[in-house]
C-alpha cells in the first residue's frame, strides 16, 4: 500500500507561480511511476506530468515550458512547479503513484484556482 498527501494548492493570480507538493508513504521502494494529474468537475482526467524511476519526465502539452516535475528521495515527496499560471490551469490536482504490479494509488487531491 501506498498513501499519497498533497498540499500546496490555493488561489493565485494569472502568471503566479505555485508548487504542489505530494508526500508518499508505505510501499514506496515499489514504485514505478509518479505523476501529477488534474481534473475539474466535469472535464476529462488530463496528465499534467509524470516521473519514472530513472527520472525521465513527461509533460502535458498544455503545460510544456511551465511546470516541471521534480522529487527529493530523501523526504519521499515529488513536487509540481507551476510557473505562468492561467486560469485554464485551475483544476483539482491529483498526485498518483504507480507500483512494479502496475497498481495505481490516488492523493485526496489538492486545488488550485487562478484568477484573471
Known amino acids: 500500500q501506498v498513501q499519497l498527501v498533497e498540499s500546496g494548492g490555493g488561489l493565485v493570480q494569472a502568471g503566479e507561480s505555485l508548487r504542489l507538493s505530494c508526500a508518499a508513504s508505505?510501499?514506496?521502494?515499489?514504485?514505478?511511476?509518479m505523476a501529477w494529474y488534474r481534473r475539474a468537475p466535469g472535464k476529462q482526467r488530463e496528465l499534467v506530468a509524470s516521473m519514472t524511476s530513472d527520472d525521465s519526465t513527461t509533460y502535458g502539452d498544455s503545460v510544456k515550458g511551465r511546470f516541471t516535475i521534480s522529487r527529493d528521495n530523501a523526504k519521499n515527496t515529488v513536487y509540481l512547479q507551476m510557473n505562468n499560471l492561467d486560469p485554464e490551469d485551475s483544476d483539482v490536482y491529483y498526485c498518483?503513484?504507480?507500483?512494479?504490479?502496475?497498481?495505481?494509488?490516488w492523493g485526496q487531491g489538492t486545488q488550485v484556482i487562478v484568477s484573471s
Open positions: 508505505g510501499s514506496i521502494l515499489s514504485i514505478d511511476v
Open positions: 498518483t503513484a504507480r507500483s512494479n504490479s502496475w497498481r495505481v494509488y
